[in-house]
């Protein structure tokens, strides 16, 4: 079992994913107000153009992008708080 403190790591990733999810979303609701457009501040980070691999019967396309915002850094603050409250 690997787990550290009979805490489990998935949780640790889901709060985080959540925290990323709803402090982007976050972020983009507060784009528009003037007293919190300072959430949405952040950079993008990925491929401009996605790779595309073409084998003839199969195409495949690979692409990434992350947008790393002010929002969605408290969002993890706030996931790894509740964490170690769990």
């Known amino acids: ?29 507060t784009s528009g107000i003037s007293g919190l457009s300072w959430l949405s501040y952040g950079k993008s980070f990925g491929f401009q153009n996605p790779i595309v691999l073409d084998l003839g019967i199969l195409v495949l396309t690979f692409g990434l992008s992350i947008k790393i915002t002010i929002a969605s850094i408290v969002g993890v603050l706030v996931a790894i708080f509740i964490y170690r409250l769990l």
């Not at 805490?7 to 976050?26: E, S, T």
């Open 1 to 29: 079992m690997s787990a550290v403190s009979g805490k489990n790591n998935w949780a640790l990733f889901l709060l985080l994913l959540a925290g990323i999810v709803l402090g982007g979303f976050i972020g983009e609701l």
